[in-house]
Antibody, heavy 120, light 106 residues
Framework: QVQLVQSGAEVKKPGASVKVSCKASGYTFTSYGISWVRQAPGQGLEWMGWISAYNGNTNYAQKLQGRVTMTTDTSTSTAYMELRSLRSDDTAVYYC?????????????WGKGTTVTVSS | DIQMTQSPSTLSASVGDRVTITCRASQSISSWLAWYQQKPGKAPKLLIYKASSLESGVPSRFSGSGSGTEFTLTISSLQPDDFATYYCQQYNSLWTFGQGTKVEIK
């Protein structure tokens, strides 16, 4: 079955960077994209960006431009999201999700989430 | 950017009730809308895509309708497992979520 397994919880200090991984299984990794979505405590869902696992093309949310980088390693079917210059308001659960569709693309399978806590 | 607005923010209902959640887009998104269910501490789960297509394995009491800028998610007979938060999401232009609707026990 299709699965996305994310890396474990992280605690970081303000100004540091974090890199979260998302390992895919049960499907051909390069056939679909991966989106990253975060959720601050008690808040709603915020789309962060998308990466094509086929060619590495990316599209990032404007508010995160310059601080976020999404990459993939097709040899291990793993997607990565790195967020730099962390602030306290980056404290959130970070999800990866597979992006599927024909002309327009939605998220069908999600990882369980990775908690990132930013605290001095 | 396309903004998505859900109403209500919170909904109190009883088991067996018919429940409707509304989602409005700030501009036309055709039928490129999905609905997700999220329970506390869990990842979102896809319920509906393309406004009205039921995801495989999702109970038929869930249905979606609408196009353009107005959409609804309906639960025909609320079950105990349905108490959760529901999000709409447009995917016409990048991706944007609504702020969520919490369905709680009356």
């Amino acid at each position: 079955q299709v699965q996305l397994v994310q890396s474990g919880a992280e605690v970081k200090k303000p100004g540091a960077s974090v890199k979260v991984s998302c390992k895919a299984s049960g499907y051909t990794f390069t056939s679909y994209g991966i989106s990253w979505v975060r959720q601050a405590p008690g808040q709603g869902l915020e789309w962060m960006g998308w990466i094509s696992a086929y060619n590495g093309n990316t599209n990032y949310a404007q508010k995160l431009q310059g601080r976020v980088t999404m990459t993939t390693d097709t040899s291990t079917s793993t997607a990565y999201m790195e967020l730099r210059s962390l602030r306290s308001d980056d404290t959130a659960v970070y999800y990866c999700a597979r992006v599927v569709g024909e002309d327009y693309y939605y998220m069908d399978v999600w990882g369980k989430g990775t908690t990132v806590t930013v605290s001095s | 950017d396309i903004q998505m607005t859900q109403s209500p923010s919170t909904l109190s209902a009883s088991v067996g009730d018919r429940v409707t959640i509304t989602c409005r887009a700030s501009q036309s998104i055709s039928s490129w809308l999905a609905w997700y269910q999220q329970k506390p501490g869990k990842a979102p789960k896809l319920l509906i895509y393309k406004a009205s297509s039921l995801e495989s394995g999702v109970p038929s009491r869930f249905s979606g309708s609408g196009s353009g800028t107005e959409f609804t998610l309906t639960i025909s007979s609320l079950q105990p497992d349905d108490f959760a938060t529901y999000y709409c999401q447009q995917y016409n232009s990048l991706w944007t979520f609504g702020q969520g609707t919490k369905v709680e026990i009356k």
